[in-house]
């Protein structure tokens, strides 16, 4: 299921830093799946919210920013098949994220 990224992007920028990015009560895709199964995987998502959302008021480009989110998303994201390798996902863009 695809989303829009804009809608994206206000949501992380105006999130709360411990509002959940996920709805747990209508998982759709694998990877709401395992977020919603691992309290673990759901703190690294918030903590690469707060990262998104930091680099992004650090950026003059977003638009630049939210694609870039956007391939990590698809490509790397998405392509887990595990919690550990979700979290590790997160922890790595995380580490990316806080050298913008």
Known sequence: MRF???????ALLVAAPCAAITD????????????CSSDRAAMEE???????RNAANRMEDRRKLLDEQKNWTETVRDACND????????QERIE???TY
Request: proline content about 3%.
């Open 4 to 10: 829009s990224y804009v809608a994206l992007l206000a």
């Open 24 to 35: 747990c009560s209508k998982p759709k895709i694998k990877i709401d799946w395992m977020l």
């Open 46 to 52: 918030q903590r690469m919210a707060r990262a998104f």
């Open 83 to 90: 919690v550990a390798c979700l979290i590790k996902a997160f």
């Open 96 to 98: 990316e994220l806080d």
